[in-house]
């Protein structure tokens, strides 16, 4: 169903419910009674644009102030307009503490000097996104005059130690199925991660009217990318819902991102998985098989969607290395 303008919906992990809020540059976040289109949600909409235009979070904040920065830059297109709403959520979380920590501070003075201080006090993965987000912030300023020059501008990112998530081995995955048969849910979950390669956030959004003629389509949801995906045997052996969602709460509803991740988490723990085994080493498991089967770099990412091969070879690291030679011997004798 087509939303309103400015209008988005919103899962409540908890109860399973959907929703719906006004986001626009300059109005306040507002939640909307009833259903889109709905008389009462009608109502409301329209009364939303009969007040004045505010920035949010005027009149509670010194004028140049971080705070104040920081509420412009949440008013604006920048913020809105360029990323996924899953980069959004994260940058929001991030800026929110920001602000909370340093609001009264005055805007211009941050130095590099202090930023970089600020991202030594955090972990790696969290310093890089930190400084991705900043960087933004500070482009903002940049362009609305509270900044002459960008402090982060020669703020590199620091390098991350290890492989990131766990990429499951074939003893893992045997040992999932093993404990959660074909017809239950965490084995569909299970099939969806690891034969399709995408992310959580694309798989609970699956169902089947992405099927036609045995070929799935997504369109990824961080990245915008189209993909065509030929269902694998495997899976189709265990798509047996009858939702057109394939995977759905106890209330039939979709999952959020995060109320799945700890739903799977749970599956893992009853097959007495270790905790390192998660929802997107599966993504990683998917990409090592495919390299394991001699597939070229570009046929993995017309699959995973991986924009460079450079962003892939974090995901095939752990391939077999005595299959893949066997199978560079093998190509070299034929020829």
Not at 117 to 124: F, T, Y
Not at 239 to 267: C, I, M, Q
Request: aromatic fraction near 10%.
């Amino acid at each position: 169903m087509k939303l309103p303008k400015y209008v988005q919906a919103c899962l409540d992990r908890k109860s399973g419910r959907t929703y719906y809020y006004l986001r626009r540059p300059g109005y306040p976040r507002m939640r909307f009674p009833g259903l889109p289109w709905s008389p009462s949600f009608m109502g409301a909409y329209e009364a939303a644009f009969a007040g004045p235009r505010t920035t949010i979070g005027a009149g509670r904040t010194k004028p140049g102030s971080v705070a104040a920065v920081v509420a412009e830059y949440f008013d604006s297109q920048q913020f809105f307009g360029s990323k996924s709403a899953g980069t959004q959520r994260m940058r929001r979380g991030i800026l929110e503490r920001f602000r909370a920590a340093y609001g009264e501070r005055p805007f211009a003075p941050l130095s590099a000097e202090w930023i970089e201080a600020l991202l030594d006090s955090k972990p790696p993965h969290a310093a890089r996104s930190w400084l991705v987000t900043l960087r933004s912030l500070c482009q903002f300023g940049m362009k609305r005059r509270y900044l002459r020059a960008d402090p982060t501008a020669n703020i590199k990112q620091r390098a991350v130690k290890g492989d990131g998530f766990h990429t499951w081995t074939e003893d893992e995955i045997a040992q999932f199925e093993a404990h959660h048969p074909i017809g239950g849910k965490p084995r569909l979950a299970l099939a969806l991660l690891l034969y399709t390669a995408q992310r959580r956030s694309d798989v609970i959004r699956m169902g089947r009217q992405h099927i036609k003629d045995g070929v799935l389509t997504v369109k990824q949801q961080k990245t915008g990318a189209a993909l065509a995906i030929p269902v694998h045997p495997h899976l189709q052996a265990v798509l047996d819902a009858e939702h057109l969602t394939f995977l759905v709460t106890a209330t039939g509803k979709p999952y959020g991102p995060n109320h799945f991740s700890e739903t799977f988490r749970e599956w893992c723990d009853a097959a007495s998985l270790p905790k390192h085994c998660t929802a997107h080493g599966l993504r990683k498991a998917a990409c090592r098989r495919l390299a394991e089967a001699g597939c070229s770099g570009n046929e993995i990412m017309a699959i995973s969607g991986h924009a460079t091969l450079k962003e892939l070879v974090r995901y095939t690291k752990d391939a077999d290395q005595a299959r893949l030679a066997r199978n560079a011997l093998a190509k070299a004798i034929i020829r």
